[in-house]
């Protein structure tokens, strides 16, 4: 049977494939029988799936983060896909197309990565060009960079979601930078580039995408902060003041101290990334939302946790 991933599946299909298994929960039903709620993904999406008459040994076989071989109906409930799933089973990750289960950007990583390195040649500023081909040239860097994802599920939650999020955040901050003439276009654009890079080692995205250990105790402020020292002290004489600059970028970019920077932004290019950092966030999440929402009753999504509110749909 020829695969169909999550987007293709309609109401009424009948599927037999693996599936990425995200959670599982054993539930009780008022007979006292106990099924299973399932949520499976593919890289297109996740599909919450039910089965019935489940026992404790199979929820104990199957774990989240799982492969998983799923036989089940499709149906609609309350206007949304679900699965009925009648046999699931674990199976291993060298039978499946890894590939296949894990969303990435639909933009060109290439093409991006490019972008970068062409307003990193234009910048005035030796230190910090120096600073930046270093990052770009570093190929185990540049690895994690072009495949880590900006977020585990609210916004860019993708492979390739990093640089597509840094990239966008880098073109408003030129932009910005051209309206505003006082601000330095340099140390800005440096600090739109490097702003997450932390998220490299504070994500875990071989199977989904989940906070690692040091992600979880350190945060990727400071563990970007610090792969910033790191490769400036490699630099021959790297000016403190200015690494003290784009320090505050990266500590200050969260904007609150509720948010997770221990310090407010200070400088007129701080703020102007914070804002940046954070309108491309939040339009990318809004349009994620959209996409993943299957409420097709009306023009507006179900509750989104991320806005604490419904989203509009329609158009005007």
Same mark, same amino acid.
């Given at each position: 049977?020829?695969?169909?991933?999550?987007?293709?599946?309609?109401?009424? &299909?009948?599927?037999?494939? $693996?599936?990425?298994?995200?959670?599982?929960?054993?539930?009780?039903? *008022?007979?006292?029988?106990?099924?299973?709620?399932?949520?499976? +993904?593919?890289?297109?999406?996740?599909?919450?799936?039910?089965?019935?008459?489940?026992?404790?040994?199979? =929820?104990?076989?199957?774990?989240?983060?799982?492969?998983?071989?799923?036989?089940? *109906?499709?149906?609609?409930?309350?206007?949304?896909?679900?699965?009925?799933?009648?046999?699931?089973?674990? #199976?291993?990750?060298?039978?499946?197309?890894?590939?296949?289960?894990?969303?990435?950007?639909?933009?060109?990583? @290439?093409?991006?990565?490019?972008?970068? *390195?062409?307003?990193?040649?234009?910048?005035?500023? @030796?230190?910090?060009?120096?600073?930046?081909? +270093?990052?770009?040239?570093?190929? &185990?860097?540049?690895?994690?960079?072009?495949? $880590?994802?900006?977020?585990?599920?609210?916004?860019?939650?993708?492979?390739?979601?990093?640089?597509?999020?840094? /990239?966008?955040?880098?073109? !408003?901050?030129?932009?910005? $930078?051209?309206?505003?003439?006082?601000?330095?276009?340099?140390?800005? +654009? +440096?600090?739109?580039?490097?702003?997450?890079?932390?998220?490299?080692?504070?994500?875990?995205?071989?199977?989904?995408?989940?906070?690692?250990? /040091?992600?979880?105790?350190?945060?990727?402020?400071?563990?970007? $902060?610090?792969? #910033?020292?790191?490769?400036? /002290?490699?630099?021959?004489? =790297?000016?403190?003041?200015?690494?003290?600059?784009?320090?505050?970028?990266?500590?200050?970019?969260?904007?609150?101290?509720?948010?997770?920077?221990?310090? !407010?932004p200070a400088t007129a290019e701080a703020i102007a990334l914070h804002y940046l950092d954070n309108l491309d966030a939040k339009l990318a999440a809004f349009e994620t939302a959209l996409l993943?929402?299957?409420?097709?009753?009306?023009?507006?999504? &179900?509750?989104?946790?991320?806005? &604490?509110?419904?989203? =509009?749909?329609?158009?005007?």
């Amino acid at each position: 049977m020829a695969r169909k991933f999550i987007e293709e599946i309609r109401p009424g &299909d009948t599927v037999q494939q $693996a599936f990425l298994l995200r959670d599982r929960q054993l539930r009780t039903q *008022r007979d006292g029988a106990f099924y299973m709620d399932l949520e499976l +993904a593919d890289r297109t999406g996740v599909v919450p799936s039910k089965f019935w008459n489940a026992t404790r040994d199979l =929820f104990e076989a199957v774990k989240p983060d799982d492969f998983v071989m799923v036989r089940a *109906r499709a149906e609609s409930y309350r206007g949304k896909l679900q699965l009925a799933v009648t046999d699931v089973r674990r #199976i291993e990750s060298s039978s499946v197309d890894l590939e296949e289960f894990l969303p990435r950007t639909r933009k060109d990583v @290439a093409a991006l990565t490019a972008r970068l *390195r062409e307003v990193v040649a234009g910048m005035g500023d @030796a230190h910090l060009r120096a600073l930046l081909d +270093a990052f770009l040239g570093d190929a &185990d860097f540049l690895r994690g960079f072009q495949r $880590a994802p900006a977020g585990v599920s609210i916004h860019h939650a993708c492979l390739g979601g990093l640089l597509e999020h840094t /990239a966008a955040v880098l073109e !408003l901050a030129l932009k910005v $930078a051209d309206a505003y003439p006082n601000l330095n276009r340099d140390l800005l +654009a +440096a600090g739109a580039i490097l702003h997450d890079i932390g998220k490299i080692e504070s994500f875990d995205f071989e199977r989904g995408f989940r906070y690692t250990d /040091a992600g979880g105790l350190v945060g990727h402020l400071p563990l970007g $902060a610090s792969m #910033i020292e790191q490769k400036a /002290a490699t630099l021959q004489a =790297f000016p403190r003041p200015l690494l003290h600059q784009l320090l505050h970028l990266i500590y200050s970019h969260h904007g609150q101290y509720e948010f997770g920077s221990p310090v !407010l932004p200070a400088t007129a290019e701080a703020i102007a990334l914070h804002y940046l950092d954070n309108l491309d966030a939040k339009l990318a999440a809004f349009e994620t939302a959209l996409l993943e929402d299957q409420n097709e009753q009306d023009n507006w999504t &179900d509750w989104q946790r991320a806005f &604490d509110r419904r989203l =509009f749909k329609g158009r005007v």
